[in-house]
């Protein structure tokens, strides 16, 4: 272990809501009215009008998904299915929350609107119902975009209409991976799912110009604290920074009802947001979210090896508090090799695993019997002033359309390595940020 030396003071995360979800008090937040890009937080939106096609009777979860070339087009983080593949919509669900799979979410997009035009009709239709008002989507993947724009605050009361109305589709945003054929693909969130007490999920988002944005919950003694953060710069940093806030939810009740904190206030971050906010070190983590301990001298009881297998009494001395009372901040774990070991930052920021990763098996065939979801008469319809999708590649600036508050910068992003994100940052660090999926 190496004593840290001093450590500059960095960029914060750019804002965060934490919410109660039964009674909706805003328990904490920083520009939670601010306009952000919500990248594959609005996979969300995408779950929410599904579910409610399943509960109008439009769709089942059997009901057959057509991967089409429009689908089939998407840029990574995609399954990579070929046109007219046939799956199930509850295999869909499982690889748009779990995997983000953009080509999935167009597929069960026009699959339950019609047309992908006419489902982000109902994506928007949707967020004014709910009150959304600083939210515009354009896509229903998340994907960059500079029109397609959220908050914390409406996410988090999306987040709130998805865990409240479709209680018995919770377990979606609780898998840490999914097992598709031969291949293991792991949730971006399973390190917040697998190591916070009563983790629930829900989704995590990311491209450059928004940085790395996650929602969050827990359940503990019957209570559920929810948070949305957007703008870390790191994987670590996200999910420290989110068991940080649903811990310091817990100790609070009080707060306003997120419903009646509206509005807009504050632009999205300028675009190349990723190349502006260094991705913080071991050191910094540390310092900022090592999380309590018990006091320096404990006694502990384990197993030991006594005549009979008795039980042997020890004395285990903690470690040592720093002199913000946080433990573990004042030294960085190396690996054999001199290395910082990742995987006890994390024990030490998160916290240790609480349970085993466990990918969950799912079909890529639907069944034979399996038809596609009921078109009610009369759609698609856009609602009025929905926006069109970008065509693919992305349109150039000149063609984007204005969002109310907020200038429409440029939706494209450089035609370069990390122009597309092809796969978000482990959680196990140091890795680029140039490369990670929405």
């Not at 450590?7 to 601010?34: C, E, H, N, T």
């Not at 080509?103 to 967020?127: C, H, K, R, T, W």
């Not at 999920?201 to 209570?223: D, E, F, H, P, Q």
């Not at 504050?266 to 999380?291: H, I, Q, T, V």
Request: proline share 8%.
């Amino acid at each position: 272990m190496l004593a840290l030396p001093a450590i500059p003071a960095r960029a914060d995360i750019g804002a965060w809501i934490v919410v109660d979800m039964d009674s909706g008090a805003v328990l904490d937040q920083k520009q939670a009215l601010r306009q952000w890009y919500p990248a594959s937080i609005t996979k969300l939106m995408t779950a929410y009008v599904t579910f409610k096609a399943i509960r109008e009777g439009r769709a089942t979860l059997q009901s057959a998904v057509t991967i089409s070339a429009n689908a089939h087009a998407e840029p990574p983080s995609k399954m990579g299915f070929k046109p007219g593949t046939r799956i199930s919509l509850e295999s869909a669900l499982k690889m748009v929350i779990v995997k983000s799979a953009n080509d999935v979410a167009v597929a069960v997009a026009e699959a339950i609107g019609g047309s992908e035009p006419a489902f982000i009709g109902l994506m928007n239709a949707e967020a004014r119902r709910l009150g959304m008002s600083a939210t515009r989507f354009v896509n229903p993947h998340g994907l960059p975009d500079n029109r397609q724009v959220s908050s914390a605050r409406d996410l988090a009361v999306l987040a709130r209409a998805v865990w409240r109305e479709f209680p018995e589709h919770r377990a979606y945003f609780n898998f840490a991976g999914i097992r598709v054929g031969k291949k293991t693909l792991r949730s971006a969130n399973r390190e917040f799912l697998l190591r916070v007490q009563g983790a629930n999920g829900m989704k995590t988002g990311y491209i450059c110009n928004s940085g790395l944005n996650v929602v969050v919950s827990a359940t503990r003694g019957g209570r559920t604290v929810m948070a949305v953060i957007l703008g870390a710069a790191s994987g670590v940093e996200r999910a420290a920074k989110a068991r940080a806030l649903i811990d310091a939810g817990f100790k609070d009740r009080g707060g306003r009802s997120v419903d009646q904190l509206s509005g807009v206030s504050g632009k999205p971050p300028a675009d190349g947001y990723c190349k502006r906010n260094s991705r913080p070190k071991a050191e910094e983590l540390m310092a900022a979210f090592a999380r309590k301990t018990r006091s320096p001298s404990v006694l502990s009881f384990a197993r030991g090896d006594l005549n009979g297998g008795g039980i042997r009494r020890s004395i285990v001395a903690a470690p040592a508090p720093s002199p913000s009372g946080q433990v573990g901040s004042s030294t960085v774990p190396k690996r054999a090799d001199g290395k910082t070991d990742w995987a006890k930052v994390m024990d030490t920021v998160i916290g240790p695993r609480r349970r085993a990763y466990e990918a969950v098996p799912v079909s890529t065939a639907a069944p034979r019997t399996a038809v596609a979801p009921r078109i009610v008469a009369g759609e698609p319809v856009l609602v009025p002033g929905t926006p069109k999708p970008l065509a693919k590649p992305l349109a150039v600036a000149a063609d984007l359309a204005r969002v109310p508050a907020v200038a429409a910068s440029v939706a494209q992003q450089p035609a370069k390595p990390g122009a597309i994100f092809r796969g978000e940052p482990l959680l196990i660090a140091p890795i680029p940020l140039q490369n990670p999926r929405p």
